[in-house]
């Protein structure tokens, strides 16, 4: 297998633009001036693996990826310790889910140890790029793939294409959440796509998101598209309660959820908050007639771009429900600071989940 190699003819941007980009991040607006590049082809399997310019790419309109929808993408991070270190969060576990999404699209799945060094690299390419964390910022990976076949026909691709970009972020949700429950739209279905990071999910969900907003909410909880009677994700995240007797509830993994890296930290984590852990079947009757009793005392909603999420209202037509006394959980900050801690390396990292890089 060849290395990525880097491009030493790439230009690099100065220490007082990195400074300005740095003082408002945003979310996806600055990009590092390295991204990684891989091509997969039928006939040579994964080659051409190279750090090049980020930039601008040269496709041709008949590019199967642009009609067919053969897309595929993950997220993680990069975080600056207080010595300075640089590390990622478990890159290992994206990197099978990659490998997931990969082959449920019929797509050719990038080898582990493939994404893991082309992540390393642009990171490593970029360590002035890494944020101080005051205020959480990180450094953002986005490695994704398409098919890059120039063909019109639908079927799998005999080409592919894997980037990897990497930019300055700030977290994603920073005002605790207003769910809306649809009653039209669905996210995914038995035998779909939901447990695969692909493009296709979130253009779907889009119209949902827009209903959200014009009913002042934040995001959608999902529900099953079968009966909408089970409840699934939050918004692009995971969906978790707690309860009064110290449970940590999430939905359990049903090949319609997609399994987040935060929502398996945070269930490895409950034990030390007190919390019993369960992943299992969540009746949306059992959840608003919780909330309504206040046996369910907290609700959430976590990735890795919004970290972890309180939720403080679920909404419906038919409803319009406050989670507890609608300001965020005791025990959902506390495993927030964990989290954060651990990523931050503030917190003692028990379970190797860190990945020094610089
Ligand atoms: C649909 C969906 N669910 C859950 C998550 C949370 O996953 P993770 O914690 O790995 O970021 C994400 C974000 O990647 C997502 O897009």
């Known amino acids: 297998m060849s290395a990525f190699a880097v491009d030493p003819t790439v230009p690099r941007t100065n220490a007082a633009d990195i400074a300005a980009a740095l003082k408002d991040p945003g979310f996806g607006r600055y990009f590092v001036d390295f991204m990684a590049m891989a091509t997969w082809s039928r006939a040579d399997g994964w080659h051409d693996r190279a750090l090049v310019a980020t930039g601008p790419l040269s496709l041709h309109p008949a590019l199967s990826g642009l009609h067919y929808g053969q897309q595929i993408f993950e997220g993680l991070k990069a975080y600056r310790h207080p010595d300075d270190s640089v590390w990622l969060f478990r890159p290992e576990k994206n990197a099978a889910r990659f490998a997931h999404s ?18 390393t690299k642009v990171v490593e390419q970029s360590l ?28 799998a691709s005999d080409f592919y294409t894997y980037i990897c970009l990497g930019m300055p972020v700030m977290p994603f949700y920073p005002e605790p959440l207003k769910l809306w429950v649809s009653p039209t739209f669905s996210r995914s279905m038995a035998g779909g796509t939901g447990d695969a990071k692909c493009g296709g999910n979130y253009g779907a969900s ?15 909880l999902w529900l099953d598209s079968a009966t909408r009677s089970w409840v699934e994700e939050g918004g692009t995240m995971n969906f978790l309660v707690v309860t009064a007797d110290g449970e940590l ?22 034990s030390a908050h007190g919390l019993r852990p369960r992943e299992r079947p969540l009746a949306f009757t059992e959840l608003v007639e919780g909330i309504t009793s206040g046996h369910i005392t907290e609700a959430f909603a976590c990735g890795t771009a919004a970290v972890v999420s309180p939720v403080v209202t679920i909404r419906s037509p038919e409803l319009d429900l406050t989670v507890g006394d609608g300001q965020p959980g005791a025990k959902t900050l506390e495993l927030r600071g964990h989290l954060t801690g651990i990523q931050f390396g503030t917190e003692p990292d028990e379970r190797g989940w860190m990945r020094r890089v610089g």
């Open 206 to 220: 889009m119209i949902a998101e827009d209903e959200a907003h014009r009913n002042g909410c934040t995001q959608v």
């Open 128 to 155: 002035d790029w890494v944020p101080q964390p005051e205020g959480e910022q990180s450094l953002y990976l986005r490695p994704f793939m398409f098919a890059s076949e120039n063909q019109i026909g639908v079927k």
């Open 249 to 270: 509830v999430t939905p359990e993994l049903n090949g319609q959820i997609l399994a987040g890296v935060t929502r398996d930290s945070l269930l490895k984590l409950a």
């Open 102 to 119: 990969a082959t449920r699209m019929q797509m050719a799945p990038l080898p582990v140890d493939d994404f893991i060094e082309s992540v």
